[in-house]
């Protein structure tokens, strides 16, 4: 199986790259520089770790992404990336507990020069949709957003959420013309399964966690989306169980209720939790720069101020 999270990583490297057959993706050959995609990728990760490399011009070529990336003299911390993204399964295939896959009409936002003009204009409008909720470029690339031009999902933004190895678990389809019926469109597969964004998230430093996409692209650093309302079994068994001290719970005024009982959930596990409140709005619609100042100012809750907070209601 193709390994989507590395695909994006070696986009973020070498440019964009183009399909060929059997897991290969083409891309400009950072050694040679032939003016067309001459280096080879293999995107399925065998059994000892190895996506076989090969630029047919100039005869580069290796075993593994990291050996790649050595020669290239990558900055580390794409090196780190990559050593979260290279896990092998049983079958040196890459294990996926879902058969989730991005709509067939998915079109990434990342680079729409290569597209015809129709489908360029209609590119445009969903990133003026992005635009519009404070996204720039780099979440673009970082978070391989896209959209859909036509389909079960057309005429939406597609956000894609992958798994710790890479794989992806969910995704959020949203209508960028604010004229269709339904603003989201949920894919085939149970929330409970996923743990949004897990690819990105550091169990060892403070977690943010928040309702939907938007609010997570607008906080930006170590947040899980929780696709809804609650936390569900498999994500409360990963805050329980990692290093994580600081949890920030940031959910709508509306599941207050909810947001004071993980509160107190995570308190009596020994977790050091603040419960976030923006005057009745969501982290989209305070900014970024608002929503640091809000937290840099909030205070952690005890079990006497978590009590005065459940009289309130």
């Known amino acids: 199986m193709e390994n989507a999270a590395l695909l994006i990583l070696l986009e973020s490297v070498l440019g964009k790259g183009q399909k060929t057959s059997r897991g290969n993706y083409s891309f400009k050959c950072p050694f040679c520089n032939h003016h067309k995609n001459k280096l080879e990728i293999n995107s399925i990760t065998n059994a000892k770790k190895e996506n076989p490399w090969h630029c047919w011009v100039c005869e580069a070529k290796g075993k593994t992404v990291k050996a790649l990336f050595k020669h290239m003299k990558v900055p580390a911390n794409k090196v780190a990336e990559l050593n979260m993204i290279i896990v092998p399964g049983k079958e040196g295939h890459i294990v996926s507990s879902t058969m989730l896959e991005l709509p067939k009409e998915f079109i990434p936002l990342a680079d729409i020069t290569q597209l015809d003009k129709l489908t360029q204009i209609e590119a445009k409008h969903a990133l003026k949709f992005l635009r519009k909720r404070s996204l720039n470029i780099n979440d673009v690339v970082k978070y391989n ?19 710790e190895n890479g794989i992806l678990n969910y995704f959020i389809a949203r209508d960028y013309t604010d004229q269709q019926p339904q603003k989201y469109k949920n894919p085939p597969v149970d929330a409970k399964s996923a743990i949004g964004w897990e690819l990105y998230i550091n169990w060892d430093a403070p977690i943010v966690l928040v309702e939907g ?16 309302k609650i936390i569900h079994e498999k994500l409360m068994k990963k805050l329980v169980a990692s290093t994580v001290n600081r949890i920030y719970i940031l959910l709508d005024p509306d599941a207050i209720k909810n947001a004071l009982k993980y509160c107190e959930e995570l308190m009596t596990y020994g977790k050091e939790i603040y419960l976030v409140e923006l005057d009745g709005k969501d982290a989209n619609e305070v900014g970024f720069e608002s929503f640091l100042n809000t937290i840099e100012n909030a205070q952690p809750l005890d079990f006497q101020s978590l009590l005065l907070k459940k009289l309130n209601i």
């Open 213 to 228: 996409m938007f609010d997570a692209l607008t906080i930006k650093r170590n947040v899980v989306p929780l696709f809804g």
């Open 145 to 163: 957003i896209g959209f859909c031009k036509e389909g079960k999902y057309g005429q939406r933004v597609i956000i894609p959420s992958y798994d």
